[in-house]
């Protein structure tokens, strides 16, 4: 899966942030390494698959609200490694449709949300942090698949996607850990969970801006 590079640049205040590709762009080079591992799944149908991970990432979120996150840790490595594994197991199978496709990512946005929640809600994090959070995951999810129901093609242009996230997250989790809480104020906790949160709120505003326009500019030019 990949994106116009250029209109990326054209539309981004920063090159930097233009030139950047997400990690989901260079879901094709690791396809090879999938091939594999969704071999050893070929007995289950994708939906289950995608079951799987959905509630893994729910017992992610809720491990980590009761304080332990190496358990979430564990969760979500698994649950990401199921979403991975999910299509590319219709695809072998031949079993590829909108059904599925619908099934997976409806189970991704209630797994953001489970995660997010957990967060959130845990002693490591802050509820105004995880509203921003939660709208800009969501958003720019929203985005990517609306440009598909207008005619266009599923976008998945912009500085931060799912893949992205999920990267942070865990390197995040495991940061969490082992430090705990990098300085206290009055309001808030300077922990990892927050930057996290942070994080997902800043670049998926960011990201949602840059979508909104590209589909902006696309529908306008037809």
Not at 19 to 45: C, E, H, Q
Not at 117 to 130: K, T
Request: glycine share 10%; charged share 15%.
């Amino acid at each position: 899966m990949s994106f116009d590079n250029q209109e990326i640049i054209y539309l981004s205040p920063c090159s930097w942030i233009g030139r950047a590709k997400m990690l989901d762009s260079y879901r094709n080079k690791v396809d090879g390494i999938l091939t594999p591992i969704s071999k050893a799944f070929i007995g289950w149908s994708p939906n289950s698959i995608s079951l799987l991970s959905l509630i893994l990432a729910g017992l992610g979120g809720l491990s980590y609200y009761l304080g332990y996150p190496y358990v979430t840790l564990v969760m979500v490595v698994f649950s990401a490694l199921f979403d991975a594994v999910d299509g590319k197991v219709a695809r072998i199978k031949g079993s590829s449709s909108k059904l599925g496709d619908f099934i997976d990512h409806s189970f991704d946005r209630f797994a953001d949300i489970f995660l997010i929640l957990g967060f959130a809600f845990s002693r490591f994090g802050n509820i105004y942090l995880g509203v921003f959070a939660l709208i800009g995951v969501l958003m720019t999810s929203y985005l990517g698949t609306q440009a598909q129901a207008l005619g266009l093609n599923r976008l998945y242009a912009g500085i931060m996607g799912r893949a992205d996230r999920l990267v942070i997250m865990i390197v995040l989790i495991i940061v969490q850990i082992f430090v705990g809480t990098f300085y206290r104020l009055p309001t808030i906790d300077v922990t990892p969970t927050n930057i996290l949160l942070l994080v997902f709120g800043l670049f998926g505003t960011a990201t949602v801006i840059q979508r909104f326009i590209i589909i902006y500019r696309r529908l306008s030019k037809n």
